[in-house]
Every structure is written in C-alpha cells, then in structure tokens.
C-alpha cells in the first residue's frame, strides 16, 4: 500500500519585480558610506598613536613635546613640566579616541548587519557577543549609551582642567552631558515600550 507523499515544506523564493529588485538593491549604495567610516578610523589610529608618541616623548624630557601636549589639553602645569594632571588629560584623550573608535565598530558592523547584508558570522570564535542580537532598535540603544561614555569623558576632561574654563563652559557642557543622559533613557524606554507591545501582539 502507498504511502500519501508529504508536501513539501520548502517554499521556493518569490521572483521579485524589477521595480522593488532595484529599491532593494539600493541598500548597497551604503557600503561606500561604511567604507569611509572604515579610513576615519584609520585617522583616529594615526591620532592615537601620535598623542601617545608625545606623550611618551614629554616623559623622558622633551621640551617640544611638552610645548605640544600643552597646547592639545589646554593647561600647562606650574613647574613647566609633565605633571600628574597634564598626564591625566592626555590619558583622557586618548580613552576618548578609544571610545570614539568603539563607536565607530559598533556603526560599521552593526549597521552593515543591519541594513546591507549578513556577515555570516555565527559560530566565529571572535564574532562581538552584542551583534549576535542587534537590530535597528539594539543598535540606537547602544550607541546612545556610547554617546554617554563619550560626553562623560569629555566633561571630566573640562572638570579636571575647569581653572582654564568659564562657568558658561563648564555649566553648557553639562547640560548637554545631561540631555544625553536623558535622550538615552528615552530611548531605551521607548524600545522597551515597543518590544513589550510586539511580545503582546504575539
């Protein structure tokens, strides 16, 4: 006796129109934006490498370096020399440039994942552990966050050098710091507001 044959459950791909093909293809004029992102990266690890190249330079006694990181950070110590202070902003700087760069990552991969094509890189043993889960929505969340951690080194850098700033600066900055604070909470909340709405239609 024959058994009835199972249909098939693979559904084969719909043949897209010409029209919609080409406003999907459209995702790909991105890339060259990515592309760009990917050399202002490079320009944040030459900047890198230079600060810290002066910064090495002004701890074994040279005078041009000193003059040069005086002239970056904004405050020149009272000996004339490398202090801990003058130390501490560059550092600063450089944790800025860092983070700068992070932000940078998360756009480029992120965004790429996102909006262009997948990289296909599940089970990479260095795939980020963020990108396994990240959408549109993930994405403005963590990139206000990195946001944040910029303004917050940005505003200690004004703190600790707050002798070489007017009260306007000092009271402008942070408020800006805080309407960051506050946009990122919004729109964490919002995307939490969306999830539990779309958990409720299923």
Known sequence: MSTPTEPNLAQPATRMRPLPRLIFMTRWLQVPLYLGLILAQCVYVFHFWIELTHLIEAAVGSRQAIDTLVAVVGYKSPSGGLNETMIMLVVLGLIDVVMISNLLIMVIVGGYETF?????????????EWLSHVNASVL???????IIGISSIHLLKTFINAENYGEKVLFAQTGIHITFLFSAMAIAYTDRLMNASAGHDH
Do not use: F, Y
């Open 116 to 128: 262009v094509s997948r990289m296909n890189l599940e089970g990479h043993p260095d795939q980020p």
């Open 140 to 146: 403005k969340v963590k990139l206000a966050t990195a």
